[in-house]
């Protein structure tokens, strides 16, 4: 197992695609901290994988709250000494045209998943710089790359994050950290479960390979990316989208 002896924090674990990464990372043998704001979901998810034999932690965190975000670090770096990878997953779509959009909308997007990203690495970071290594891998998406009809707020947060890893890629490559993001495409989750079967069409039609990622598809490139086999891979994109965007 490649990650015996790791500590791997995942936000938004308690569903879809952050759920198989905790499972994938945790099947390698890293203890996984789940981070999720719905205490139940968590729960139900470190059980299951417990019953797997993986060492799963749940931690109830609003990804947007920084004060939440620094406390379940030091209570993770307190009981397990450090954390290696983390996994800045956590994400919501609230989709419209911009000329309908709410500013609350918009706000919310942006602070989940952009801030998000930017509370946990600035949280995380400073046991990664002492420890001189760490994994980072945020979750972007093909949207902030080709953009999406109804989503300037969500593809602005996913483009945000590519240039948010560049950037601290430069800053902490030194210190052997690596900071990556993966780019999903069509990933077939509870997120996406609630699009409208002409819209679920419509992305049929333009992705190559015609048919829907798993999460478990996701979830290896980010085992990749926190694997000695990344170890000289900083400030890329992965894209994981069955050719949807090339
Ligand atoms: P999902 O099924 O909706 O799961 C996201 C998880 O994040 C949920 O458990 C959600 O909890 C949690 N979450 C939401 N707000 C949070 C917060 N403030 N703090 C902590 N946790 C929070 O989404 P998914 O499809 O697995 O997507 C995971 C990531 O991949 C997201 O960043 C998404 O943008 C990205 N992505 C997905 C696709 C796709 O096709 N599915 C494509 C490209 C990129 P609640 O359910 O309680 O809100």
Redesign the pocket.
Known sequence: MIFSQKVSLV??A?????EAIAEELGKEGATVIL????KD?LEQVAKRLSDQGIKALPYE????HFDQVCAVTEAVVKELGKIDHLVN????TRDSLLLRMKEEDWDLVLA??LK?AFNFSRAVLKHMISARYGRIVN?S???GLMGNFGQTNYAAS?AGLIGFSKSLAREVAARGITVNCVA????A????EKLPDEVKKAFLEIIPMKRFGL?VEVARAVKFLCSDDAAYITGQVINVNGGMYM
Not at 184 to 187: D, E, R, T, V
């Open positions: 936000t938004g308690s569903q879809g695609i952050g981070v999720d704001i719905q979901k965190a609003d990804v947007t997953n956590a994400g919501i989940v998943n998000g979750i998406s093909v949207v996913k999903p495409g069509y990933i989750t509870p997120m996406t999460p």
